[in-house]
């Protein structure tokens, strides 16, 4: 009914200089190391003949960069990309602080990010591995109807690393991403992590890194040597949480049963922790009050996420999905 959904703003300079120092100001507070500017591509004439992305960014790398922070941002199908945003010899060096490329076009945008974007490494490939085996409807996986979304998802992601770049896959450790729209993900089971450990970072697996209670454990109980004049201290420290991989039936392509999965650091690693940090005596108070608190305690996700290339799973600062404008 030609009712407007959203705006949306061409990035260019003069759009920069207007939106670039309250964002700075809102990541800088936040914490963030940078912002990660998203764009919706080359989607109508309008936005193709107002965008200057280069420009952008060009206008926000010193208002970003005046609150200690990065930038990069989002070629959508390798819209507006500059190969000089990566250029360190230019004065004040580099625009961007990597190419992030969402891809749709295959293999020519593919080709074109690994041939002349990114050849030597360092930068995130984002091609979103679909919902189905069929991949109806997907142009960024006609070639390949009939592999598993998330087998899809494990090609790319090792043709990534082996190039030196990353590969947007695992968002929180125990989901991967399907589509654009990020919270729409799926589980990751059991047997998918082992798949991944093997296949992308040729890695055993045990169980114990799926371990997540060990409150029926005995604590182990550590004599602290005597100190003469040393007070004796039973302070507790806390149970540190991370995520950990949910068990599934094997052979599923993923763990979609909507269940939360919980998990820790072991008992061991608190201990030494404590050993390192406040000697033999922290120690023993660590393990006695891992082992009679009832908290779960485990080895922590297996699946690895990270926030800059060179890992495996991309994101930086704040990000969105409005032309030019990061949302939180």
């Known amino acids: 009914d030609n009712r407007p959904l959203l705006d949306a703003m061409a990035p260019n300079a003069p759009w920069a200089e207007k939106v670039g120092p309250r964002w700075a100001d809102f990541v800088a507070e ?3 190391s940078g912002i990660h500017w ?11 003949d ?6 952008f960014l060009r206008a926000t790398k010193p208002i970003v960069e005046a609150k200690g922070l990065e930038q990069a941002a989002n070629f959508v199908d390798g819209f507006g990309w500059d190969g000089s945003l990566l250029d360190d010899t230019q004065a004040g060096g580099r625009v961007i602080s990597f190419p992030y490329f ?11 990010f690994y041939h002349s974007v990114a050849p030597k490494g360092g930068g995130v490939f984002v091609c979103y591995p679909g919902k189905s085996q069929t991949h109806e409807g997907e142009m960024q996986n006609w070639f390949f109807a009939g592999i598993w979304p998330f087998d899809l998802m494990i090609q790319r992601w090792i043709k990534a690393r082996k190039s030196g770049n990353s590969y947007l896959a695992i968002g929180d450790g125990i989901h991967h991403v399907v589509t654009q729209y990020f919270p729409a993900n799926d589980g ?20 114990a890194d799926f371990e997540t209670d060990v409150s029926d454990r005995p604590a182990v109980q550590l004599t602290p040597p005597q100190r003469p004049q040393a007070p004796q201290t039973t302070a507790r420290r806390p149970v540190l949480r991370a995520g950990a991989a949910k068990s599934a039936t094997p052979g599923e392509p993923g763990n979609n049963s909507g269940e939360e999965p919980t998990g820790g650091v072991s008992q061991r690693a608190v201990e030494e922790r404590a050993k390192r940090e406040g000697g033999e005596e922290a120690a023993a108070a660590a393990a006695a009050d891992a082992g009679s608190s ?6 922590g996700a297996s699946a690895s996420s990270a926030r800059t290339p060179g890992r495996d799973n991309a994101s930086s600062g704040a990000a969105g999905r409005a032309s030019t404008t990061p949302s939180t």
């Not at 998203?38 to 193709?48: A, E, P, R």
């Not at 076009?105 to 074109?112: Q, V, W």
Request: aromatic share 8%.
């Open 30 to 32: 936040l914490g963030f």
């Open 38 to 48: 998203d764009t919706l591509g080359k989607f109508s004439n309008v936005m193709q």
């Open 50 to 55: 107002s965008t200057d992305l280069a420009g």
């Open 102 to 112: 969402e891809t749709w076009t295959i293999p020519d945008m593919e080709d074109f």
């Open 188 to 207: 990751i089971s059991r047997p998918d992590v082992e798949k991944i450990r093997r296949l992308v970072f040729d890695e055993p697996t045990s169980d």
């Open 294 to 299: 009832g908290e779960d305690v485990a080895d």
